[in-house]
């Protein structure tokens, strides 16, 4: 392993710093990302019957804004539930906007891997065959080790890059998707809050 960074060249050092970066990115979000811990289940149940009951205190509250991204929109929602369906509505979307940006966060940084680590083996495989051309000129096509030095380099930080890069996209794509999945998720959840408050319809827990 070694022996192939050593003949990648010097562009294997930023591809490799930026499969180190997206595997820490991707162990967080892993982490961060999972259900049970932005949308817990029966936890709006569990609020509206504390509610029902006069059981949910400030020191209640407190804890649910903690425990979750869910907690933090349903407190939101209901510290300003008596000031109307509209200000509520607004307060929980509000609320939500951070949630989604921290849902969201360092994904960014994961596309921005997915797109930069092929074009660093893509400049590797220049810079190799630069190296390669100018010893053509230099020496012949007498000397095989020397052409394939350059070719080697030029090959390894292109698979180097695409190594990085796919599975970078791959997983971008697929926080992507989960956080659009959770958001929706949490949509419902807020929708039902507010249904419940203003007693307006009947709500399903399931």
Not at 47 to 54: A, F, P, S, T, Y
Not at 83 to 97: D, T
Request: overall charge neutral.
């Amino acid at each position: 392993m070694f022996e192939l960074i050593r003949a990648g060249g010097w562009l294997m050092v930023p591809i490799i710093a930026c499969s180190i970066l997206a595997l820490a990115i991707v162990i967080e979000r892993l982490l961060t990302l999972r259900r049970s811990r932005v949308v817990p289940r029966g936890l709006l149940a569990q609020v509206w019957e504390l509610v029902r009951n006069g059981q949910m205190t400030p020191e209640r509250l407190q804890v649910l804004k903690q425990e979750s991204p869910l907690g933090s929109i349903i407190v939101a929602g209901l510290n300003n539930s008596r000031h109307g369906r509209e200000i509520m509505k607004e307060s929980i979307q509000e609320a939500a906007s951070v949630v989604v940006h921290e849902l969201e966060r360092f994904l960014n940084s994961l596309g921005t891997i997915a797109a930069i680590a092929p074009l660093l083996g893509l400049l590797g495989t220049v810079i190799g065959m630069i190296k390669v051309f100018t010893e053509i000129m230099m020496q012949g096509t007498g000397n095989a080790n020397v052409l394939a030095g350059g070719i080697s380099e030029a090959l390894i930080t292109t698979a180097a890059g695409l190594s990085v890069a796919i599975p970078a996209l791959v997983l971008h794509r697929y926080f992507q998707r989960k956080v659009d999945s959770l958001v929706l998720t949490m949509e419902q959840e807020s929708v039902k809050l507010v249904e419940m408050i203003h007693g307006e319809r009947d709500v399903d827990f399931r």
